[in-house]
């Protein structure tokens, strides 16, 4: 990548535009994390003494104390980082570069013919046998659309992030694994072939690891971390066997040519299937789908930027773009997307109750992110493959300002009891409650967010939203997921059965969403009253990106507007623009024909989606009183289906009870204790040993010296031998 | 440059110097030894090292010159030389090398400096001694894989065993002596049944011939047995083989070996040794009895081995108090892809293979030079005496995390390119075995991943380790070659996988024809 050897494919309209520049777009956030991590680096290093086991036990300990390695609480200590001016300037500058150079790309797209694909070849990769691997970037619609938001969010979050972690010691590492994220992330949206998607789709696990496990000195983030990376592996597990069987079927890894040859295979048939289920197992875990999800709420270990970014905007919705990706695979298996559908309804509806019930504001959230991500998949499983990406985008707004605005209050709050040494828990809204007084724009900002998510008319997320309902109803006849059967259940009561449970989360998402509204910002402060005097707004830095999103999240929805609501603005940007790399396949699943619905019924899923969205508010409302609540510390344990709900249905608990236990136990008491060190080195190996010593010590015993018994040996022997020859 | 390394013709005596070499390196260290036995223990120990590592230096400086000089491309073996040796047996000192050669003698001879630097400070007793056995260690090495008579292949086979006899034996840790009498007597029994194959097929060439003759050109070429005799043959080497590899169940030698080798010794076993018997599987096993390779009972019970192999290392890996251990435990799990690679018997699984094995060689490498370097400095391997020492030597913390990401084998790095193509071509013969394996990426990732955590991570609570001090340039210095091969071969592997990619192809029509097709394929020049 650091040579691109620039060979455009043919003669691609985009070739002689600024998009021929697209390398750089992974290259600059990779010149960052190099930049910052050197910074990191220098200021954290000592060089050791040059023999390293002299001297070894007499000066240890005055070295480390003068150097003040502050080992333990090192997050609270607001000692800045000496390079930090440097890195405030680079990490964020690189995005803002990136996001520049994304927006004349997508200009430059504009005015060409984009029927085709993009692809800008950098060298071969891995040259062997039949695998012909380049290393090469493919820009189309689609992968612009994520160029757009990971650079445009990403940039947001970077500035925003300036605020929140420039008093950190790791603050130059802070942003180089950003930056790194960045880079695989642009890596994963640009790969050309599977496998290179797949550097990116690793890559940002590991970004993620790095910063969820960012304050390490903490077992449980460090914890988080590392359950992250494997519950990621888990799905990765699957994203390699459906390469395998791409390889193998197709002859190809390129996405181009797995899209073509991929529907030359027998529709529905076993291969097909086998790929699009093996690829979601993949996304299941990038995404935090059931049986995946496990990870993600606990990635909230990480700094609360790192949140909105890679678990909310960015890298959770890799899997759906992967889906949209392989949108010829899926629609080639109908089986395999009633899955994805009833997954996604399922992880949607699930994640919804349990943050009904979480006191953890950021919880609440991620909570909320995996029910998202469910409608997400919702809309790409059953073939919208554009409303997907739209709630996708939507989603990328309003969540983040979510995460950011959540910041924004842990950061004030996280002030207000360092300044009176209090170790409160800063995160919990039981600790909260009146805010909107002290943070005023935080309040109002994150109510746009909240209803945007809620689905209130003519904020994005109700655009999205509607569309991904309406389209899994328009599908419940005449598609061939209809035609379709999932466990011996016809495809259109599975549909009917993901729409049901899609309307249910929207109600708990308008009734979760008010809560933690509420909780947060209404009602009187259960701060303290020492802290009170010490919550003021954000910065700012901070506040200034949540300004941004919080105009994308309430205008977002101008990107797609239904024919119905053509009054507002432009009628299917998105679909238009889209429509050269998911049309067909979109196509397909429809049985030729655009998903018809009648304009009465497009009215009454609309009308139901609006009644829904208010209700759930309107009950939260009503129901809810933050008046009621007390402190964390003077809150009673939950009981009941709340307990079930606060401890997120013990399925945690119950994966390590199930999994991870039994696989220690029994790799330590039966195959190391029991077969290598028992049975293969002490019954063979030491055991073969003792065995030879055994003849050994036998032999011994029979040279007595005495001749006589010698010569008694000696006649047997000859006596036998006689006999033997004799008797043959 | 290639024009250059004919205009001194190179090729004429590259190998020879390469085994050469070393052997006055120990000779020069034997002298030095005797020059300077007045002189104060402390001094000649800091000449001693100086003066070996130049040697290994050299070695590797002169090694250079074959990746330019080695036509890989070529049917017919480079840069060799035959001369006759014991001519009354028909025993002759030939030896040459192909694309899958290079890469490891490239491999030794660039670790080898490598290992010395990383005994820099901690070999302080007999010195002269433990160089003047890495030198002869080296010998061993090369003549493994340079080899293509089959007793000379034979003799270097053994040699390396009393040198890392010795190694693990004087300069190990407390169970030195178990550890190495059982590498040593485990190896040896192994490949006594290959000598007497090597015997038998010798007798047979040596009939055809009408001369006594070991030449492997000539057995490949000539020599043809009958179903049973050409498996028991195949049995006798492939065991010779998979106790190097090692194979499951024939692994208990290595975590004993690695845990009490000194850190040299371990990244030596790991990095090269190891080695030989994957190399013994692509250079004899398989060319020589392609139709015992071919016949599936035996394809599938060595792929079966290996793939309990790829599983239980990595499980019983999870589990290790000892980080040595658990590295050596992983060894058993990604030596178990290299097998898969091989007996898959696909282009791109065996140059997974080759690349795995080159790979695992730096990561692997890498990681005991790593826990020889905190060992030197806490006087522990065991996991839980550490813990969060990231903030105290936060240049180590790095390091060791980005050489774990390497073995585990994460995009971007070495270890991701060699598994995936192992995965993605045996997927093609073997299905069912390949999605096995896979699930090692899963543990792999909790075994390294789950220790990085205990090492580095977590509250920094043991007073012991707040005093470590951080990496020193030498430690860094030797350490950056090994990250510069992670990284470079991750991106861009093509360099290498194009050194190997003839040879590896030949090898596997060949096999696959089950030497049906034209031996020439393979084999390199007509005697």
Not at chain 1, 88 to 103: C, E, H, N, Q, R
Not at chain 1, 215 to 223: T, Y
Not at chain 1, 431 to 438: I, P, Q
Not at chain 1, 645 to 650: A, P, Q, T, V
Request: hydrophobic share 55%; glycine share 10%; charged share 10%.
């Amino acid at each position: 990548m650091m040579h691109p050897a620039m060979i455009p494919e043919g003669a691609h309209p985009l070739a002689a535009t600024v998009a021929r520049f697209v390398w750089l777009l992974p290259l600059l956030p990779l010149l960052g994390f190099l930049i910052n991590g050197t910074l990191a680096m220098l200021g954290a290093a000592k060089v050791g003494p040059a023999d390293p086991s002299a001297g070894h036990d007499s000066d240890d300990h005055g070295h480390g104390a003068a150097h003040g390695h502050d080992a333990h609480d090192a997050h609270h200590a607001p000692t800045r980082h000496k390079y930090a001016a440097i890195t405030s300037l680079v990490g964020p500058g690189v995005l803002v570069a990136a996001f520049g150079l994304a927006v004349a790309c997508f200009f430059a797209m504009r005015s060409v013919d984009m029927e085709r694909p993009f692809l800008l070849t950098l060298f071969q990769w891995m040259p062997v046998g039949d695998l012909n691997l380049t290393a090469s970037f493919l820009l189309d619609p689609l992968s612009m659309v994520m160029v757009l938001v990971i650079t445009g969010v990403g940039m947001l979050i970077h500035i925003f992030s300036v605020g929140y972690m420039q008093d950190d010691p790791g603050y130059p590492r802070y942003f180089a694994y950003l930056n790194l994220f960045v880079f695989f992330m642009l890596v994963l949206v640009l790969g050309g072939s599977y496998p290179l998607l797949f550097v990116g789709w690793e890559g940002v696990g590991l970004c993620s690891y790095l910063l969820i496990g960012f304050w390490f000195s903490e077992k449980a983030n460090a914890d988080a971390g590392k359950k992250a990376f494997i519950v990621n592996r888990i799905g990765d597990f699957g994203f390699l066997v459906a390469m395998f069987l791409m390889f193998a079927n197709l002859g190809s890894l390129d996405i181009a040519t797995v899209a073509e040859k991929a529907v030359e295979l027998p529709m529905g048939g076993a291969i097909v299937t086998a790929m699009a289920l093996f690829l979601f197992l993949g996304c299941t875990g990038k995404s935090a789908q059931i049986p995946l999800y496990v990870r993600l709420p606990d990635a909230m270990a990480g700094p609360t930027p790192v949140s909105a970014l890679i678990h909310a905007a960015t890298m959770v919705t890799a899997g759906v773009y992967l889906v949209a990706r392989s949108s010829a695979i899926f629609s080639m298996a109908p089986m395999a997307q009633l899955v994805v559908a009833l997954v996604g309804a399922l992880t949607a509806f699930f994640a919804a109750t349990i943050g009904l019930k979480q006191w953890d504001i950021k919880k609440v959230l991620a909570y909320s992110t995996v029910s998202q991500l469910g409608y997400m998949f919702i809309g790409v499983g059953v073939g919208a493959y554009v409303a997907g990406v739209f709630h996708l985008v939507t989603h990328a707004f309003f969540k983040a300002l979510l995460f950011l605005g959540s910041g924004s209050v842990i950061y004030v709050m996280h002030a207000a009891y360092h300044a009176t040494h209090n170790h409160d828990d800063a995160q919990d809204m039981r600790n909260m409650g009146g805010l909107k007084t002290y943070m005023p724009v935080t309040f109002y900002l994150m109510w746009i967010a909240t209803l945007a998510i809620a689905g209130i008319p003519l904020f994005s997320g109700f655009f999205s939203k509607d569309e991904i309902l309406g389209s899994v109803f328009a599908r419940i006849s005449h598609s061939t997921l209809a035609e379709a059967t999932l466990f011996g259940v016809p495809g259109g009561t599975i549909l009917l059965i993901v729409y049901v449970l899609g309307l249910a989360s929207a109600l708990m998402t308008a009734i979760y969403m008010t809560r933690m509204m509420l909780y947060t910002f209404h009602g009187p402060n259960r701060t303290g009253e020492a802290e009170r005097s010490h919550l003021t707004e954000a910065p700012w830095i901070m506040t200034g990106p949540l300004v941004v999103l919080a105009a994308l999240a309430a205008f977002g929805g101008w990107l797609n507007v239904p024919e119905l609501l053509s009054a507002v603005g432009p009628v299917g940007s998105l679909d238009h623009w889209l429509e050269p790399v998911v049309g067909e396949a979109a196509l397909r699943t429809t049985l030729g024909a655009a998903p018809h619905v009648t304009h009465q019924t497009e009215l009454m899923l609309v009308g139901t989606a609006i009644a829904i969205a208010v209700a759930g508010i309107a009950f939260a409302l009503l129901r809810l009183k933050p008046a009621a609540l007390v402190p964390k510390k003077d809150s009673p344990a939950a009981t009941g289906i709340s307990r079930v709900l606060e401890n997120k249905y013990f399925v945690d608990e119950g994966y390590d009870a199930a999994i991870v236990q039994p696989t220690l136990a029994v790799s330590r008491a039966v195959l190391w204790k029991g077969l290598d060190a028992g049975i293969i080195d002490g019954l063979f190996v030491n055991g073969s040993a003792l065995l030879a010593r055994a003849f050994g010590w036998m032999g011994s015993q029979l040279q007595t010296g005495q001749v006589g018994t010698y010569a008694w040996v000696l006649l047997i022997g000859v006596i036998t031998l006689l006999g033997a020859f004799t008797f043959r | 440059m290639t024009a250059f390394l004919s205009s001194i013709n190179y090729n004429a005596w590259i190998v020879p110097v390469l085994l050469l070499l070393p052997a006055f390196g120990a000779v020069g260290l034997w002298a030095h030894a005797l020059l300077t036995a007045n002189d104060p223990a402390d001094k000649r120990w800091r000449e001693v090292r100086v003066l070996a590592f130049a040697f290994f230096l050299g070695e590797a400086l002169l090694s250079l010159g074959l990746w330019w000089s080695i036509d890989t491309a070529a049917i017919g073996w480079q840069a060799m030389v035959d001369l006759s040796w014991i001519p009354q047996w028909g025993i002759r000192f030939t030896v040459g090398l192909d694309g899958i050669s290079l890469t490891l003698v490239l491999l030794t001879t660039l670790m080898m400096p490598l290992a010395v630097l990383g005994s820099w400070t901690s070999i302080r007793t007999k010195p002269h001694a433990y160089y003047a056995l890495l030198l002869l260690l080296t010998i061993g090495m090369l003549g493994v894989f340079v080899s293509l008579d089959l007793v000379l292949f034979y003799v270097m086979w053994e040699i390396m065993l009393v040198p890392m006899y010795l190694v693990i034996g004087v300069w190990g840790g407390e169970r030195r002596l178990y550890a190495a009498i059982k590498f040593f007597i485990y190896t040896m029994i192994g490949s006594l049944l290959m000598l007497v194959a090597i015997l038998y097929l010798g007798s047979e060439a040596s009939r055809i011939a009408g001369a006594p003759t070991f030449s492997y050109d000539f057995i490949l070429n000539n020599v043809r047995l009958d179903p049973t005799t050409t498996l028991w043959l195949f049995g006798a080497f492939a065991l010779a083989f998979a106790v190097k590899v090692p194979m499951f169940p024939f692994h208990t030698w290595l975590p004993d070996a690695h845990v009490e080798a000194p850190t040299a010794g371990s990244v030596i076993l790991a990095a090269i040794m190891l080695k030989m018997g994957t190399f013994g599987f692509v250079r004899f096993a398989l060319p020589l009895f392609p139709s015992a390779a071919m016949n599936p009972a035996v394809r599938s019970f060595i792929i079966a081995l290996a793939v309990i192999g790829i599983i239980y290392g990595a499980l019983v890996a999870l589990v290790q108090p000892d980080f040595k251990k658990l590295v050596a435990y992983s060894s058993v799990s990604h030596l178990g892809f290299v097998m898969l690679g091989i007996f898959a018997l696909t282009t791109e699984s065996m140059q997974g293979a080759l690349m795995v094995n080159i790979n695992h060689g730096v990561s692997t490498g890498a990681l005991f030079l790593l826990i020889g370097m905190i060992y030197e400095r806490r006087h522990t391997r065991m996991i839980a005496d550490y813990g969060g020492i990231a903030k105290v030597v936060p240049i180590f913390a790095t390091i060791l995390t980005i050489v774990s990401l390497s073995s585990i084998g994460v995009p971007g790095t070495n270890g991701f390119i060699g598994e995936f193509l192992v995965l993605v071509g045996a997927y093609k013969t073997q299905p069912l075995a390949t999605v096995i394996s896979a699930t090692a990426v899963i543990f792999a990732a909790a075994y390294l991943l789950w220790a990085l955590q205990r090492i580095i991570y977590n509250k920094l609570d043991k007073p012991a380790n707040e005093g470590l001090k951080d990496l020193n340039w030498r430690e860094i210095g030797l350490l950056v070659p090994l990250l510069i091969a992670i990284v470079w071969l991750g991106v861009y592997p093509k360099p290498l996988l194009d050194k190997t990619e003839p040879a590896a192809r030949r090898l596997v029509e060949y096999v696959q024809t089950g030497g049906v097709k034209a031996a020439v394929n393979i084999t390199h020049t007509a005697r």
